[in-house]
C-alpha cells in the first residue's frame, strides 16, 4: 500500500495536497483554496478526485472547495465544530474519526490554536500530517482565536506521531520561520542545520516541505517549548519579529 502525495503550489505561498492510494487509485485534495491549480493538478493525475479535506475554514484553504466539488463530485471532509462557516460538509468530523481514501486511512486529530475548529488527517501508511496552519516547519500557526494554552496541547498530539513522520504544513513559511526561529534558540545546532539547509533549497527555487517530524521536534522552537507559557513567549515574540 503506498500513499503518493504531490504538492500543489496556490497563491504567493500556500500548498494544496493531493492524495492518491496507489492500490485502489482513490485520490484526494486536501485544502484546495483555488481551483484553477488544483483542478490541472487533478487532471494531470487522471481525472479523479473522491475527496476534498478541510483544515480550517480560512478562506486561503477553502476557497475553491465548491467549484472542484461541483466538477468531480468528490465527498467533502470537514470539522463538525466549524460545518457553520466551512463549505457544506457531507461528512462532519471529530477527533478520533476516520477517514478512508481507498486502502488508505487517515486518523482526525483536533488542533486548536491557530482557529478554534482545526484539525489535522493523519494517514500511517504514508506517513503523512496533513496539518494545515497548525504546524509549519520550523514554527506554527498564529493564534488567531485559539489560546497559546491549545496550541501547546495541539503539538504535544503532533510530537506524539512516529518520527519519521512527513509534515505536509499548509504554506512556505519556512526560511522566514527560520530567520526568527535562530534568534529564539540560538544554540541549538540542528535548528542551525536546517535552517542553512533551507536557505540553499529557496536559493535554488525549491521547496521546503514536506519536512520531517523528526527533524521538528530537533530544531523547531515551538515544537520544542517545555510549557504553554514558553510558547506563547515565542509566538509573541514571532508576532513582533
Request: with cysteine; net charge negative; glycine share 10%.
Amino acid at each position: 500500500m503506498t500513499l503518493t502525495v504531490t504538492p500543489i503550489p496556490l497563491f504567493k505561498d500556500n500548498y494544496a495536497w493531493l492524495l492518491r492510494d496507489s492500490g485502489s487509485g482513490a485520490t484526494a485534495v486536501v485544502d484546495p483554496a483555488d481551483a484553477g491549480p488544483v483542478e490541472a493538478a487533478i487532471e494531470a493525475a487522471g481525472g479523479r478526485l473522491d475527496l476534498i479535506l478541510l483544515t480550517h475554514h480560512h478562506a486561503d484553504h477553502v476557497g475553491g472547495t465548491d467549484a472542484v466539488r461541483a466538477r468531480y463530485g468528490a465527498s467533502v471532509v470537514g470539522a463538525a465544530a466549524d460545518a457553520h462557516r466551512l463549505p457544506k460538509l457531507d461528512r462532519a468530523v471529530r477527533e478520533g474519526d476516520t477517514v478512508g481514501l481507498g486502502n488508505a486511512v487517515g486518523s482526525v486529530i483536533d488542533t486548536p490554536g491557530h482557529t478554534l475548529g482545526h484539525i489535522a488527517f493523519h494517514f500511517p501508511d504514508g506517513p503523512a500530517l496533513f496539518c494545515g496552519d497548525t504546524l509549519f516547519s520550523l514554527g506554527c500557526g498564529r493564534l488567531i482565536e485559539g489560546t497559546a494554552a491549545q496550541m501547546f496541547a495541539s503539538l504535544k498530539k503532533l510530537a506524539a506521531l512516529p518520527p519519521d513522520t512527513l509534515v505536509y504544513c499548509g504554506h512556505e513559511y519556512t526560511e522566514s520561520n527560520a530567520r526568527f526561529a535562530v534568534t529564539a534558540e540560538p544554540g541549538n545546532a540542528a535548528l542551525q542545520a536546517r535552517a542553512a539547509e533551507v536557505g540553499r533549497l529557496r536559493a535554488a527555487g525549491r521547496s521546503t516541505v514536506p519536512s520531517l517530524l523528526a527533524e521538528e521536534l530537533a530544531a523547531n522552537p515551538f515544537m520544542r517549548a517545555a510549557t504553554a507559557e514558553r510558547l506563547g513567549e515565542i509566538r509573541a515574540a514571532k508576532d513582533r519579529f
